[in-house]
């Protein structure tokens, strides 16, 4: 049966399917009640005196001018594309219509589309300051133009992080995997830029990749090791949970010039040894691991650089022996399970048509086989992600080459998806912050991208907040993974950062 420890997939499942499991239920059900005023517009809050929504018929003018207090209409169409008949219903309930199309190429194909980034900065500097009575935004439906605007509102003026802003859209019915070109559109606004990077490939050889390192015994389990270098000791800690030092490499290969550059696989990921039970797996164990391999390196004191999932062993680990940590780097995680999962769905959000389909193929057939996914299907999902996962555009040749790290652990997955994933109400659901108070002294660098969908800046800044002396930095042209995206900045910092200046 598919697990409920697999919290974080069975929410895509969901969404994947809700809209065939609705219609079926609407059929078979009572019919529904009439929808209300709102419900029928879609009519969205921007802010108390800023709607958006979609067009109005002839005899919603004077409701909406009486009951919500519009005085002026800002359509995102052409002039020809709203009736005369509308119009003048408009001008008799004293509603000025403004026409400020926003489409800069119309195309059949939706991923083709794109926006007119001047028009729609220009109509968020007038609702800066709207004026008095309510502003009403309104397009051919209600969901996608309007959801660019409401979301250019939320970055340019609220200052809101770019997942969460995408999120807040989201849930206003806005679909940006069915836009594509609206999709770069949003992060081009957010950033300012004129057009995207394009990622670009470090090369490493399929055997420098993929090849065992040395097997270190440790309590319970052997761990894939790779050590070189020389200098004060550096560890790495991959992400996941399930992932593998794959995904770090070859960006942070840079540090083993002046330190001894630790890479390893996490107990049941990748190379290392899998136990077969659940009991075997924990945040915890993961901390004991760590321990017992810094002895067995015969390292006294080490430095952590910790992306994603590892954020949390790192935090731990440093909790439970400070005395042995140097510095402490924590990249794109979080600090309690309550705040990743309220951006779960954004990479469900932003996936391509094409990845999504991929995505419900797999997905659909562990539904008919009623079993949870296993090492290569987990990998694949995962494939589906990736592109969502990083501000700057994948070739395909990157895409190739990242794909190569998908690798994941399903059976470490499921066993810490409930720590790490867990509702506030799972005795085990991970909550660092009240702890980390307790770090004052550990010099800590605490790192997030901007366009970071799984953690975004604001979640990852629980740690800068937590740990008094910390240093936060926003990696700006980057997602989820700032060390691939802005390689030669992350590099610089942190290696000043380990030197101490």
């Known amino acids: 049966m598919i697990s ?33 005023f709102d419900e029928r517009l879609e009519i969205a809050n921007i802010t108390d005196n800023i709607l958006r929504g979609k067009p109005p018929e002839v005899a919603d003018y004077a409701t909406l001018a009486k009951d919500k207090g519009v005085k002026r209409i800002i359509c995102l169409l052409k002039q020809d594309e709203v009736s005369a008949e509308q119009q003048d219903a408009a001008k008799k309930a004293g509603i000025e219509y403004i026409f400020r199309p926003i489409m800069a190429v119309e195309s059949d194909k939706q991923e083709e589309r794109r926006i007119d980034r001047p028009a729609v900065k220009a109509i968020v500097e007038t609702l800066r300051n709207p004026g008095d009575g309510v502003t009403y935004i309104h397009c051919d439906n209600g969901r996608d133009r309007t959801g660019v605007v409401h979301f250019a509102y939320l970055v340019l003026v609220d200052k809101l992080d770019y997942g969460f802003a995408v999120l807040e859209i989201a849930r206003r019915g806005f679909n940006a995997s069915g836009h594509q070109g609206f999709q770069e559109d949003l992060k081009l606004l957010a950033s300012g830029l004129d057009a995207l990077p394009v990622l670009q490939v470090m090369p490493i050889s399929d055997l420098q990749l993929t090849s065992r390192g040395k097997r270190m015994a440790v309590p319970g389990v052997r761990l894939n090791v790779k050590e070189s270098g020389k200098g004060s000791a550096v560890y790495t800690l991959h992400g996941g949970p ?46 004991e691991d760590l321990e017992n391999l810094r002895k067995a390196l015969g390292h006294e004191k080490i430095s952590l650089i910790a992306h994603s999932s590892g954020g949390a062993v790192a935090a731990r680990y440093a909790l439970e022996h400070r005395e042995h940590v140097d510095k402490l780097v924590i990249v794109s995680s979080w600090a309690s399970s309550d705040m990743i999962t309220k951006t779960s769905v954004l990479g469900l959000v932003l996936m391509s048509h094409k990845d999504q389909d991929a995505l419900a193929d ?59 994933f867990g509702k506030t109400t799972d005795p085990q659901h991970l909550d660092l912050r009240p702890q980390l108070a307790q770090l004052a002294g550990v010099p800590t660098l605490v790192i997030a991208g901007r366009f970071d969908i799984v953690t975004p800046p604001g979640t990852v800044k629980a740690y800068a907040d937590g740990i008094p002396g910390a240093r936060f930095e926003v990696f700006e042209k980057s997602g989820h993974h700032p060390f691939v995206e802005e390689n030669e900045r992350f590099v610089k910092l942190v290696r000043e950062f380990l030197d101490g200046k």
């Open 4 to 36: 409920n420890r697999s919290r974080y997939v069975s929410t895509l499942l969901v969404s994947i399917l809700v809209v065939g499991v609705n219609a079926t239920a609407r059929a078979q059900d009572a019919p529904a009640p009439a929808p209300t």
């Open 242 to 287: 399930g992932e593998t030092h794959m995904t770090l490499r070859p960006y942070l290969d840079d540090f083993a010039n002046d330190h001894d550059l630790v890479y390893f696989d996490q107990r049941g990921c990748g190379l290392s040894s899998r136990p077969q039970f659940s009991e075997a797996y924990s945040i915890e164990r993961l901390v």
């Open 362 to 420: 797999v997905l659909r057939k562990l539904r008919e086989e009623q079993r949870d996914f296993n090492d290569e299907e987990l990998g694949e999902m995962q494939k589906s992600f990736y592109p969502a996962q990083f501000f700057g555009k994948m070739t395909p040749e990157f895409r190739e080459d990242w794909n190569r790290r998908a690798k994941l652990s399903a059976l470490a997955y499921h066993a810490l998806s409930t720590e790490y």
